[in-house]
């Protein structure tokens, strides 16, 4: 085998590393089911033991704490458990809709926000704001490069009575000096969570 041979194999093992690195990354982040997350299916809340059955591939929120509880005119509540900063330099909220009420309710497209190119991806929770009143600034959900919004979305057009739903947004973090911000959501009043 003469060196030229060898820089070829060499080249070539190469860049079958690099494509099968790629192809377990992309899979590794959903790319297996179009790049669109799906929202965890409506479930009943019925304490850890139920918690630590989430489907594959769905994660439920930390329910160990709650942040806020908000709720609507049709009496839906909106908990929030977690407002957690990453190394990425985002902000994962997550937590639960619940219907505690005796009929359905059927989420409003209010949810998935107002920039029309979002609305087209189907439901999603793109509606969803957190505002940093020390830093006068506001935050949006994140967008994929396919402008689907980084939140629950696919899921049902209803919440069934006593049922729950659970949801996660992103954003981009705010400051490490700020540790508070407003969480805004068409139907809720607005609620002051803490960052951790």
């Not at 009943?44 to 704490?65: C, I, N, Q, V």
């Not at 935050?139 to 659970?166: C, H, M, P, Q």
């Amino acid at each position: 085998m003469n060196n030229r041979h060898v820089r070829n194999v060499r080249r070539a093992g190469a860049a079958a590393l690099l494509v099968s690195t790629l192809v377990f990354s992309v899979a590794a982040c959903g790319g297996d089911k179009g790049g669109q997350d799906k929202a965890p299916a409506a479930s009943s809340e019925s304490g850890k033991d139920k918690e630590e059955e989430a489907p594959e591939g769905e994660t439920l929120p930390d329910r160990s704490s709650t942040l806020a509880t908000l709720k609507n005119d049709k009496g839906i509540e909106m908990v929030v458990y977690t407002a957690k900063r990453d190394s990425g330099g985002f902000l994962t909220i997550s937590g639960d809709f619940k219907n505690p009420g005796s009929e359905g309710f059927t989420t409003p497209v209010e949810w998935s926000g107002q920039e029309e190119a979002v609305k087209g991806a189907g439901p999603s929770l793109a509606g969803m704001t957190l505002v940093d009143s020390v830093g006068k600034k506001r935050y949006y959900v994140l967008r994929d490069t396919d402008n689907r919004a980084l939140t629950t979305s696919n899921y049902t057009s209803s919440i069934e009575a006593g049922k729950s739903l659970n949801f996660f947004a992103q954003f981009p973090a705010p400051p490490n000096t700020t540790s508070k911000v407003d969480l805004q959501f068409p139907g809720f009043p607005n609620a002051t969570i803490e960052i951790s």
